[in-house]
């Protein structure tokens, strides 16, 4: 399995059930790929560099796990697909 970091870009201007919410829904492809959580942190509202999807701000997520490389596909997908996720930048952690 490789470790992996994963950055996230949540819509500010949710609820905080709804932010609840979506965060499991970051955390849930994961698991069912089959990987497993390390650490999750919520880094609060920051404003973004540019413009995306008409939000001048969001929140942020970081969120560090093991998967195995072939899942990563699967669960970028899932993001993009994501209403609620304004952008995420998934890294592979060298040991």
Partial sequence: MGRYEGLFIVKSDL???EQKAVFAQIEEPITKQGGT???AQ??????LAYTIRKKKEGM??????QLEPS??????RNYSLNESILG??????KE
């Fill in 15 to 17: 609820a905080q059930e």
């Fill in 42 to 47: 919520e880094w609060g509202r920051r404003p």
């Fill in 88 to 93: 995420s930048l998934i890294t592979c952690l």
């Fill in 71 to 76: 899942g990563i596909s699967v669960i970028k």
């Fill in 60 to 65: 942020y997520y970081l969120v560090r796990f």
């Fill in 37 to 39: 959580l390390e650490t």
